[in-house]
């Protein structure tokens, strides 16, 4: 694992500086806390922090071929190596080390740009071909590595992380205010835009090829939601238990400690189980908790977990100093990320690497199977539209409102039942882009100053993610749950859990594998009936039908739970005073993005208990510390 970096002046007269090109390197470090190693060719210059995980002794980037003529730096893993390696060196390939690093690069020789589609792992990387003058850059197919880039006139620019490109004389820093409203709305910024105009995110599943001073950006794969209905209950678990098992067993390779994130739920203790199965001896596991009772402590479930499976496991009940907690988080997001997890995952991150240097998770369960409760409202909405017009008018409407309106909590209950109405009436698809929106259009009215709401009025926030709701891959057009799946596994997935999970990990120089998104795994899914997700109340359906024969009935059935801190609370009592200081204060009135005085009643409002408002203000929070962090100094 590693953290990657690089220039090339479109000028080829320009030579490349060692003093800066180390200096994008240093912001590195933290990924790569082992070794440095840079690589200059006049105009191009290539650099690297290496995490040593495979061939600790000998795989020092960047890597040659056999002439000197191509050059990689590479961050990631790759499972079928020695697979890759095998078949190269019968082609008469020669190696140096024994690392994956060699394999990706002796494939370019014998592929091209098309040795991507060999590669089974996570991955970002760069090959300078000497000979063809050209730079590729390639990220993984659901976007487990992160990778960004930079462009003008002038330069090209990469990096693992934007501070890598902040870090090059003479960068366009405009702020995108695009960006801002899919942060507000997402809590995230989606690929390919970033905070900055001029820096994107290279989304994943694609490569990226520099050659003359054209820029030519190509996507490698496609998710094919093309449903197989011959798929019954019985052949898929068995192929999802193979295909969890063989994933889980490749990512096992390690010269360093190797453990596991164990929550207590259905998909990390999935992990375990077959981490377990395919080791010799006890994995070590970890989790953490806040001393609150509630949602915020997954101990109890994660104790069973680890009991019922023998893991050598290890948690703690964490009591944070939550305003230096987000100061140190600040340092590694590079741009605003609104997802209040990033704090237990910080934390959770820093624990582990105490004791291991990876760790598997449980990640894309929820996107692979139809996993969050919101789905259950979607297929309530399917089945309404469904029924004639005369039925849903003259039966399902008014049996709806005479329920709520029998009940005695009234005010509460027909707000809801309004709500409730309302989804059905505008659609599944609508429904659904309301239940993933953080800041829908009348908070950005109420509380957006009128600066910032012009800026915005040029965007639709949610036009991206109506993108993936159509299009050929997702093949038979009655299974609109698919057209969901895609918008979560395309977006959310990558520019939300793993961006967090690869920055709070990275933190602390830890790798963390995801089993779950191995690409085998991830295409059968997409083949699996949505009706074999979902079935009736019971999300996840069939990959609780195959972990029912692994798991005790309290993990499988276990009440989907978030890994949050305690917001809510928190901004009622320890942080009231804080949140205050920041949002309302001359800086951030200053800065002219949001109207004050509302931000001050929503404040209010949430201390008082008149109203929920934690993860808005969170949100806020996060802009203000960033604008603060990256923009003030």
């Not at 496991?313 to 209040?340: C, R, T, W």
């Not at 499988?556 to 942080?575: A, S």
């Not at 205050?580 to 201390?607: C, P, Q």
């Amino acid at each position: 694992m590693c953290g990657i970096c690089g220039v090339v002046y479109l000028d080829r007269g320009r030579s490349v500086g060692s003093e800066m090109l180390r200096g994008m390197s240093h912001t590195l470090t933290h990924r790569g806390p082992d070794d440095e190693g840079l690589f200059i060719d006049r105009n191009v210059g290539l650099g690297m922090r290496r995490l040593a995980i495979i061939d600790v002794s000998g795989g020092q980037q960047p890597i040659a071929n056999e002439d000197n003529s191509k050059q990689i730096i590479f961050n990631g893993e790759i499972y079928n190596h020695l697979d890759l390696r095998e078949s190269l060196v019968s082609n008469g390939h020669r190696f140096k080390t024994r690392t994956d690093t060699e394999a990706i690069l002796h494939n370019y020789e014998k592929r091209g740009a098309a040795c991507v589609q060999d590669l089974n792992g996570m991955f970002a990387f760069a090959i300078w071909d000497s000979e063809r003058q050209s730079l590729l850059l390639t990220r993984d197919r659901l976007g487990i590595k992160p990778l960004y880039y930079y462009v003008d006139g002038e330069k090209f620019i990469f990096g693992s992380e934007i501070k890598a490109i902040l870090a090059c004389d003479d960068v366009d820093l405009t702020l995108d205010y695009q960006a801002i409203y899919y942060y507000l709305t997402y809590l995230y910024i989606p690929a390919p835009y970033t905070i900055y105009k001029q820096i994107k995110k290279l989304p994943p599943g694609h490569l990226l090829v520099l050659k003359d001073r054209i820029l030519d950006i190509k996507k490698y794969w496609t998710l094919s939601y093309d449903v197989d209905p011959g798929l019954t209950v019985n052949k898929c678990t068995e192929r999802i238990e193979e295909l969890i098992a063989d994933a889980v067993k490749i990512r096992l390779m390690s010269e360093v400690p190797l453990g596991a994130f164990l929550s207590g739920g259905i998909d990390s203790s999935t992990i375990c189980n077959f981490m377990m199965k395919a080791g010799d001896g006890q994995v070590k596991t970890f989790s953490i908790g806040f001393p609150i009772k509630g949602p915020f402590n997954e101990l109890e479930y994660s104790t069973l977990a680890a009991s019922h499976l023998g893991t050598d496991h290890h948690q703690m009940v964490v009591y944070p100093d939550a305003v230096n907690l987000f100061s140190k988080i600040m340092d590694y997001l590079d741009e605003p990320m609104g997802d209040s997890s990033v704090i237990p995952t910080f934390l959770l991150s820093e624990f582990t690497r105490n004791q291991v240097t990876v760790a598997l998770s449980g990640d894309g369960g929820d996107e692979l199977f139809a996993g969050y409760e919101r789905y259950l409202v979607i297929k309530s909405i399917l089945v309404y539209e469904k029924l004639p017009g005369s039925i849903r008018d003259n039966v399902f409407a008014p049996l709806v409102h005479n329920f709520f309106k029998d009940t005695q909590q009234r005010e509460g209950l027909w707000a809801q039942t309004k709500r409730f109405m309302n989804d059905f009436k505008r659609g599944h698809q609508e429904t659904f882009l309301r239940l993933i929106t953080n800041f829908n259009s009348s908070l950005i009215d109420a509380y957006c100053s009128p600066e910032l709401k012009e800026e915005f009025k040029y965007y639709d926030p949610h036009e991206l993610a109506r993108s993936y709701f159509d299009g050929k891959f997702l093949g038979n057009p009655s299974e609109p749950i698919n057209a969901l799946l895609n918008q979560e596994t395309m977006m959310y997935l990558p520019d939300d859990l793993l961006f967090k999970v690869d920055r709070m990990s990275m933190a602390h120089s830890l790798e963390v594998r995801v089993p779950l998104l191995d690409h085998r795994l991830v295409e059968f899914a997409a083949r699996i009936p949505p009706s074999l997700k979902i079935k009736g109340f019971s999300t996840k359906y069939i990959l609780k039908k195959l972990m029912s024969r692994h798991l005790p009935h309290k993990i499988v059935y276990k009440k989907k739970q978030g890994f949050t801190p305690p917001l809510k609370e928190w901004f009622r009592n320890e942080l009231r005073d804080y949140i205050r200081e920041i949002l309302l204060s001359r800086t951030a009135r200053d800065r002219g993005f949001f109207n004050i005085s509302g931000v001050k009643r929503m404040i209010d409002d949430h201390i008082a208990g008149r109203r929920e408002f934690h993860h808005q203000l969170w949100v806020l929070l996060v802009l203000e510390l960033w604008c603060r962090r990256y923009l003030d100094s």
